[in-house]
């Protein structure tokens, strides 16, 4: 059973592939008071939205943990390439979320 912040960020690895963290966060949560609250970075610095993107990375860690999501990493570059779905998730995913089907009346 998937809660509705997983759904969304699964949503949006269908979508957007190989993404961070804090990018998930713009695109699932766009609206939300969180990008507006300081956090503190450092001594003299202060950082807007950071708690809404380490939601979406707790969030991330929790569906890694499940197996329907998944670190990406580049072998030969070394570089990690950002998240992305798993099967699992994608079946999952299909599962939590019915297909939208027509009302007919009659």
Do not use: F
Request: hydrophobic residues 35%.
């Amino acid at each position: 059973m998937l809660t509705e912040k997983q759904a969304a960020v699964l949503r949006a690895l269908v979508e957007w592939p190989h993404s961070s963290p804090g990018w998930i966060a713009e695109q699932v949560w766009p609206d939300s008071p969180s990008w507006r609250r300081p956090a503190k970075c450092g001594r003299k610095g202060v950082s807007r939205g950071k708690a809404i993107k380490q939601v979406a990375g707790r969030v991330l860690n929790g569906l890694q943990r499940r197996g329907l999501a998944r670190n990406a990493y580049d072998v030969q570059t070394r570089r990690h390439t950002g998240w992305v779905i798993t099967y699992a998730g994608e079946m999952m995913l299909k599962d939590a979320i019915p297909p939208q089907t027509e009302k007919r009346d009659g």
